[in-house]
T-cell receptor
Framework: KAGVTQTPRYLIKTRGQQVTLSCSPI?????VSWYQQTPGQGLQFLFE???????NKGNFPGRFSGRQFSNSRSEMNVSTLELGDSALYLC????????????FGSGTQLSVL | DQQVKQNSPSLSVQEGRISILNCDYT??????FLWYKKYPAEGPTFLIS?????DKNEDGRFTVFLNKSAKHLSLHIVPSQPGDSAVYFC?????????????FGKGTKLSVIP
């Protein structure tokens, strides 16, 4: 069974641009979560989707948005990029609706110059 | 406000000895706890979990202990192996409150010295 797939693996953008990151969950998983990891900050929750509905949103500005499609694939978008948005963005999927166990992808490393 | 704290950023242990990684939490609503292991350039990998109705869960070389009254959990790795060298994240969830997100600590980097 294929794991969680995130594309692209690396991305370099400049301030003010926008970016879209993609995540394909494990087949059969309907829940997708997004996390941001920065050095020294651990993993911070961005948002979570289940069956195309956003159920939870973390404490991030409105520049961060996401969506989930009917095939459970998910995208997150960051508009008007800032230097501080440079981070590893991790997507995770879960088989159960209660997300007891998350399976993570390898992440998209975003660098904002 | 950091609800899950891993106070040791790093830990070095000799191969074959026990590694003990600690985690404290403040949110009384947390009722499910997990440990993840992360290698550089990879996503975190689930290691072991424990529900708040238990105080211990074991899986091979890995054991997680939960002390609810102290709001403290620990991960024991016995015996430690060089391949265990990674960053370990403690995470918590409030399943009973209908929360679908994990709250992570900042991680502890474990180095197992051959």
């Amino acid at each position: 069974k294929a794991g969680v797939t995130q594309t692209p693996r690396y991305l370099i953008k400049t301030r003010g641009q926008q970016v879209t990151l993609s995540c394909s969950p494990i087949s059969g998983h309907r829940s997708v979560s997004w996390y941001q990891q920065t050095p020294g900050q651990g993993l911070q929750f961005l948002f979570e989707y289940f069956s195309e509905t956003q159920r939870n949103k973390g404490n991030f500005p409105g520049r961060f948005s996401g969506r989930q499609f009917s095939n459970s694939r998910s995208e997150m978008n960051v508009s008007t990029l800032e230097l501080g948005d440079s981070a590893l963005y991790l997507c995770a999927s879960s088989l159960t609706a209660t997300n007891e166990k998350l399976f993570f992808g390898s992440g998209t490393q975003l660098s904002v110059l | 406000d950091q609800q899950v704290k891993q106070n040791s950023p790093s830990l070095s242990v000799q191969e074959g000895r026990i590694s003990i990684l600690n985690c404290d939490y403040t949110n009384s609503m947390f009722d499910y706890f997990l440990w993840y292991k992360k290698y550089p350039a990879e996503g975190p990998t689930f290691l072991i979990s424990i529900s708040s109705i238990k105080d211990k869960n074991e899986d091979g070389r890995f054991t997680v202990f939960l002390n609810k009254s102290a709001k403290h959990l620990s991960l024991h790795i016995v015996p430690s192996q060089p391949g265990d060298s990674a960053v370990y994240f403690c995470a918590a969830s409030a399943l009973g409150a209908g929360s679908y997100q994990l709250t992570f600590g900042k991680g502890t980097k474990l180095s197992v010295i051959p």
